[in-house]
């Protein structure tokens, strides 16, 4: 089941409905059941995997919980184990045994691995590692283990969050399903806004952008200069409106009970650096690399050699997180190489800032340091989003030519959205979109909208709600395209 689909639309308010009838002790059951539902909405059989590695994880905490020494450890290798196992196989096995046929193929082997057409259970990637951290937790003992199965259970499964996070730490959100949630119209009120604010950015920005970088990106070679560089922009502004859409109606729907989910994102086009982007973009999923990798391979308190190593480390397997694909592997290390020129280069620009007195005119600098920011992540995500290698080669080497050629001329802007296969209103209209969407972003500063919101008066509130709801109506794009992260 997806958020942006009619089905949801019954789903979200029956379920919290009757979550608030029904007596405190039934509730946790009522959530896990109908978390059992949108789960099974996109492909039944595969709850059964689900429940598979709940269930070993579920006895392995209680194991790690009650054990010492080495077998504590060995309980916790098996419960990593079976998890990255599951992920092993689903998600990239057929990677794996593409590449070692074409390497088998070019030692001139007389072998080959079997291809099997497998589907990848939707939100693997985010419950697994939801899964790792109950475990790891516990393990450190900062956790005790969960003896109420449903409850595991439902700390794995609360739909609102299964299929594409935010990670949650068993440390916020276990403790939540014991605690009795009053219905308070302040805090459903604040959740439904939020949750306003996610359509807005999935179905008028995301969708929207969509049309335009899906013609680009599914048929690079039509295309040079201009069209490219704008489905690259409008691609950061999808992924972004798709993603962090998702998120706040994950948080929103949850807030509406009266669960706390963590921010997901914090203004990430705003940063003035990309390892700062990084701590802006997907934060649960970036402090979950940092707690459970960067940090044990030593993090920042070793040679400066050896952190940019383990910076390397982090965003390669990031990358390989996110797809089953050499281009994801490249884009994660491209990210990485970012991070690791700026360590590496910092005293340097230092020196070149104070002796171009730049350091005397911060907002320029700030300014700059932005727009840098963004065209170096808006370059990454080329490799991102791109069909293949050759692709993204060929947007790279077309990006800059022949720029002049639409402005040589007149009507160069309606000529351009033809191009582009929309129309010039279309084309303007999710430009005005992501400006508004940046701008209401850029004065809400700290919090989310529904807290902003509640500092104003009511008239305030209602006329933004229903301008937002209209706005939604009237140019939102309605065909149930899934969230771009559910493929993870």
């Not at 899964?131 to 609102?160: C, D, W």
């Not at 490219?228 to 509406?256: C, E, H, N, P, R």
């Amino acid at each position: 089941m997806i958020f942006n689909s009619f089905i949801f639309f019954i789903f979200f308010p029956v379920v919290t409905a009757v979550y608030f009838m029904m007596p405190h002790r039934f509730r946790w059951l009522w959530l896990l059941l109908s978390s059992c539902v949108f789960y099974m909405a996109f492909i039944p059989v595969y709850i059964l995997i689900l429940f598979t590695t709940i269930i070993v994880d579920y006895i392995a905490g209680i194991l790690i919980d009650r054990s010492s020494g080495a077998r504590r450890k060995a309980y916790l290798i098996i419960s990593i184990i079976s998890n990255i196992g599951f992920l092993a196989f689903f998600k990239y096995y057929g990677f794996a045994s593409g590449n070692l046929n074409v390497l088998m193929q070019a030692l001139h082997w007389n072998y080959s691995m079997p291809i099997l057409k497998i589907i990848l259970p939707i939100g693997l990637s985010f419950h697994t590692f939801q899964a790792l951290s109950y475990t790891i937790e516990v393990y450190r003992g900062n956790q005790k283990a969960e003896r109420h199965f449903g409850i595991y259970a439902l700390y794995v499964m609360f739909y609102p969050q299964l299929v594409a996070g935010p990670i949650e730490r068993p440390q916020n959100l276990l403790h939540q399903f014991r605690e009795k949630h009053e219905f308070s119209w302040p805090r459903v009120s604040s959740g439904l806004s939020l949750m306003l604010w996610g359509f807005f950015k999935k179905i008028v920005i995301a969708d929207n952008s969509a049309t335009i970088v899906n013609r680009v990106f599914d048929y690079p070679t039509q295309f040079y200069g201009w069209p490219l560089i704008i489905a690259v922009i409008l691609f950061a502004f999808q992924i972004y409106g798709d993603f962090s859409g998702y998120t706040d109606i994950a948080i929103g729907s949850a807030k509406v009970m009266g669960f706390k989910l963590m921010n997901n994102f914090d203004r990430p086009y705003f940063s003035k650096s990309v390892g700062e982007f990084w701590r802006r973009w997907n934060i649960s999923l970036s402090s979950w690399f940092r707690d459970y990798v960067y940090i044990p391979l030593g993090g920042k308190l070793v040679a400066k050699w050896r952190r940019s190593l383990n910076i390397m480390i982090v965003f390669l397997l990031s990358g390989l997180w996110h797809g089953a694909a050499w281009n994801y592997v490249i884009w994660g290390g491209l990210l990485g190489c970012y991070i690791v020129i700026s360590i590496w280069t910092k005293a340097l620009r230092e020196k070149i800032i104070n002796f171009i007195r730049f350091d005397q005119s911060l907002r320029l600098r700030a300014f700059l340091q932005m727009i840098i920011t963004f065209f170096l992540i808006s370059i990454s995500w080329i490799l991102f989003r791109a069909k293949s290698i050759a692709d993204a080669v060929y947007i790279f080497r077309h990006f800059f030519v022949g720029l002049g050629d639409y402005f040589l001329r007149a009507g160069s802007f309606i000529r351009l959205s033809g191009v582009l296969g929309v129309s010039t209103f279309s084309l303007a209209h999710i430009f005005i979109a992501i400006i508004f969407m940046e701008y209401v972003h850029f004065r809400i500063k700290n919090g989310t909208l529904g807290e902003a919101l509640a500092a104003r008066a009511p008239w305030v509130r209602w006329t933004f709600y229903n301008a937002l709801m209209l706005w939604i109506i009237f140019f939102g794009y309605f065909g149930e395209r899934p969230f771009i992260y559910f493929q993870f």
